[in-house]
């Protein structure tokens, strides 16, 4: 006789629970139910969640990227880049496939970019941040002997909802232009759609735009970098009507990463995975140091799987400012970009003060915005994930 279901859950739950004090073996009925819950394991009977992971290859998504891959509770079907973001389109697929190779994912999740401009404006992330991106901050790891997959971001995004045979959670923590052009050109695809998560915005606290050193002088106070880069794809997403969870700011804020955890991950750090975003932390030390760096995509990523611990939100109607100007700021905006937009217009100037910024509006479907989560449990579930025995069945 085979492995009973029971034996097959308390197998898998095993690997995952010293940590959390749930016994290796002899494990009681309602243990496996807790310990599951507790873990993110799959227990039998409870098919992981599909997730496509619409990103822009920073150092966050690297983060969350490993954590999807890993996560007994996530089916990874798909990752997107958006191109208008952080790392350029090439490097950033050959990343993706890089880290995915890791957890030996590479040649079972496809990967591709969209367009590498927002849907309108000229705006960019400070370029010493994409080189940066584009090597994975010097941290060396193997390439992926598969290639990228030719289709655009939204064709992917596009097929593999119509493959699901269930509802998909898209997951976006970069600028949201593919997700916006996906919206507009397939809008029968939204049924497919259970939740959309996204990192993004900021409604009670600052933006986080003027960065000592390489933003100084910038007019803007109020938005965040991804809905900054593409308000009008922001906007597009929060009036479309589908269920959004913005994990913006006004909750990110509270899980910077500090020195102290870095040294915890370092110590725990055991495996290829564990090792690379040990290694980028290191090279990252300055960017710990400055206060500046916070778990962003990654308390996303935890949300899609455990909303209640992650994301206490309320519900209210949102819009993002894209106002045109005839007076733009130039640094940072890049004028090679096309002079049409994606849907035929004329590209425009947007207004860099106000571009991003989140506003409460009369009326509109309601976003549900985070702002409360557990962020110690947040540091804790994340380094368990990295650092626990392999995910059964994934990478196999």
Same mark, same amino acid.
């Given at each position: ?6 034996e097959?859950?308390?197998? #898998? ?6 940590? =959390? ?6 494990l009681?009925f ?6 599951? +819950?507790?873990?993110?394991a799959?227990?039998?009977?409870q098919?992981?969640?599909? $997730? ?5 290859m920073?150092?966050? !998504?690297w ?5 999807l ?15 208008s973001?952080?790392a350029h389109?090439?490097?950033?697929e ?14 079972e999740?496809? *990967?591709?970019?969209? !367009? ?7 705006f960019?992330f400070?370029v010493?941040?994409q080189? !940066? ?9 193997p ?7 030719p ?5 992917l995004?596009?097929?593999?909802l119509?493959?699901s045979?269930?509802? $998909? *959670?898209?997951? %976006? ?7 916006a052009?996906?919206? @507009?050109?397939y809008?029968?695809d939204r /049924?497919? *759609?259970?939740? $959309?998560?996204?990192?993004?915005g ?7 735009i003027?960065v000592p050193?390489?933003t ?6 109020k938005a965040?970098? =991804?809905f900054?880069?593409d308000?009008? %794809?922001a906007d597009?997403l ?7 969870e913005m994990?913006g700011?006004?909750v ?6 500090t #020195? ?5 991950f370092?110590r725990?750090?055991n495996?290829?995975s #564990?090792?690379?975003?040990? /290694?980028?932390?290191?090279?990252n030390?300055?960017?710990?140091a400055s206060?500046?760096y ?5 308390? &996303?990523?935890?949300?899609?799987? !455990?909303r +209640? ?7 209210m109607?949102?819009a993002?400012?894209h106002g ?15 002079? @049409?937009r994606?849907?035929? &217009?004329?590209?425009q100037?947007l207004?860099?003060?106000? /571009?991003?910024a $989140?506003?409460?509006?009369a009326?509109?479907?309601?976003i ?5 989560t557990?962020?110690d449990a ?6 368990q994930v990295l650092?626990? &025995? ?7």
């Amino acid at each position: 006789m085979g492995e009973s279901w029971f034996e097959s859950g308390r197998r #898998a739950i095993g690997a995952r629970s010293a940590r =959390n004090g749930c016994d290796r073996g002899g494990l009681t009925f309602a243990a496996l139910g807790l310990c599951g +819950a507790l873990l993110g394991a799959a227990v039998p009977g409870q098919a992981a969640t599909p $997730v496509i992971f619409d990103n822009d290859m920073a150092i966050d !998504d690297w983060s969350a990227l490993l954590y999807l891959a890993r996560e007994p509770a996530v089916e990874l079907l798909a990752v997107t880049v958006a191109g208008s973001g952080e790392a350029h389109c090439a490097p950033a697929e050959r990343n993706a496939l890089a880290l995915l190779k890791l957890e030996g994912l590479d040649a079972e999740v496809p *990967v591709s970019c969209g !367009d590498p401009w927002p849907l309108d404006g000229y705006f960019v992330f400070p370029v010493p941040w994409q080189e !940066d991106m584009d090597i994975l901050s010097g941290v060396k790891i193997p390439d992926s002997e598969q290639a990228p997959d030719p289709r655009h971001a939204v064709e992917l995004i596009h097929d593999t909802l119509q493959a699901s045979e269930e509802p $998909v *959670v898209l997951l %976006a923590t970069g600028p949201m232009t593919n997700i916006a052009q996906w919206l @507009q050109r397939y809008p029968e695809d939204r /049924a497919k *759609v259970s939740r $959309v998560v996204i990192m993004g915005g900021s409604l009670h606290v600052p933006g986080n735009i003027l960065v000592p050193g390489f933003t100084d002088g910038h007019p803007n106070r109020k938005a965040e970098w =991804n809905f900054y880069v593409d308000p009008l %794809a922001a906007d597009i997403l929060l009036r479309s009507g589908l269920p959004v969870e913005m994990v913006g700011l006004d909750v990110t804020n509270t899980v910077r990463v500090t #020195a102290e955890f870095a040294a915890d991950f370092k110590r725990r750090a055991n495996n290829p995975s #564990a090792h690379f975003w040990d /290694a980028i932390l290191d090279k990252n030390d300055w960017f710990i140091a400055s206060g500046e760096y916070y778990l962003w995509d990654v308390l &996303a990523a935890l949300a899609v799987t !455990d909303r +209640a611990t992650y994301c206490g939100s309320e519900p209210m109607p949102l819009a993002v400012a894209h106002g045109a100007t005839e007076s733009p700021w130039e640094p940072g905006s890049d004028r090679s970009m096309p002079a @049409q937009r994606w849907d035929g &217009a004329p590209r425009q100037d947007l207004d860099a003060e106000s /571009a991003g910024a $989140v506003l409460v509006a009369a009326d509109g479907p309601p976003i549900a915005v985070c702002l409360r989560t557990d962020g110690d449990a947040a540091f804790e579930r994340f380094t368990q994930v990295l650092t626990s &025995a392999p995910p059964a069945g994934k990478g196999e």
